[in-house]
């Protein structure tokens, strides 16, 4: 039986600070902003793409660096306080969404270059964003990234997408995708998901129980229905990978579901490309916070060093 509407929990704010929305091509859009008050390049989060992804995610960043500088992170369309409606979830939207936020950030400080940083799935929509406006992006981070674990490319034609439509009909058939839906979100679930992401049982316990709110939320079964039916992962990722000329910071861990990297060898030997391996799972600022902050710091440092014009 559906939940009923009375018996749906009130969806909280992942993170402190303002929370704001815009509405454009990608639908409504929300945000969270902290740090606003401080000068410096501002810094754009994006969680990951799975049943019960939310901005939570990355939390541990955005409290970090709002200490700091400006800082805001994404409600990816089809998750958090962003339209959940039943719609086609491609990267075409997930990309519009954060080239529609990017806008809004550099109107709101004058036109700044943005530090963007992508977890997992949404490396691929970080690194489409700034392949397509490259003068809007200072560097691109990837933590976890997707499109890697295979020894040759996924060179596609532009655009094109993994998605498989006979999976998608299926999913979606109304007769059983909430039951579906239910059975892939119930708590020892979401918990065993969350041990294969970290590659251990010691997961951050605030984030599974937001995970368990957040998938409770009217239409939270849409943008993960096409999830599953692989529409969100881009065929031609590869190539956008290889096309980014601005400073690339690529993390991975060495636990869980997340390790296989072997197509890392086609951009390693890229000048503009840096390889980090940490001894975690796939969300390594869950773990080792400082030793990931001052890695990332490393990296922004040599990044302001490349944008700075010569004297």
Do not use: C
Request: charged letters at 20%; zero cysteines; a positive charge.
């Amino acid at each position: 039986m559906p939940v009923s509407q009375n018996t749906i929990p009130a969806l909280p704010a992942a993170l402190p600070g303002d929370r704001r929305e815009i509405d454009g091509i990608a639908g409504r859009v929300s945000f969270y902003v902290a740090g606003a008050q401080h000068t410096g390049t501002p810094l754009l989060l994006i969680h990951s793409i799975n049943a019960s992804a939310s901005a939570y995610e990355v939390r541990p960043l955005y409290e970090h660096y709002s200490k700091s500088r400006p800082v805001y992170a994404i409600d990816l369309p089809g998750y958090g306080f962003s339209d959940r409606s039943n719609r086609e979830y491609m990267p075409r939207l997930m990309t519009d969404a954060l080239l529609a936020l990017a806008a809004e950030i550099r109107r709101v400080h004058g036109d700044a270059v943005i530090d963007i940083l992508g977890v997992s799935l949404s490396t691929e929509y970080a690194a489409r964003a700034a392949m397509e406006m490259p003068d809007w992006f200072r560097s691109v981070a990837l933590i976890s990234p997707t499109g890697f674990n295979r020894n040759k490319p996924f060179d596609g034609p532009p655009g094109s997408t993994r998605g498989i439509e006979r999976l998608r009909k299926i999913l979606s058939n109304p007769s059983w995708s909430d039951g579906l839906f239910r059975n892939l979100t119930r708590p020892g679930v979401v918990r065993y998901f969350l041990n294969k992401t970290w590659g251990s049982k010691q997961i951050d316990e605030g984030l599974y129980e937001y995970d368990l709110i957040t998938t409770k939320q009217p239409g939270a079964k849409h943008a993960p229905l096409y999830f599953l039916s692989a529409y969100l992962f881009s065929a031609d990722i590869s190539r956008v990978y290889q096309s980014l000329t601005m400073p690339v910071w690529m993390v991975h861990g060495v636990r869980g579901d997340f390790v296989d990297y072997r197509y890392k060898k086609e951009v390693e030997r890229k000048p503009n490309w840096r390889i980090t391996v940490m001894q975690t799972g796939a969300l390594p600022y869950f773990e080792i916070p400082q030793e990931f902050a001052a890695a990332y710091d490393a990296f922004l440092a040599e990044a302001a060093a490349v944008a700075k014009p010569a004297a």
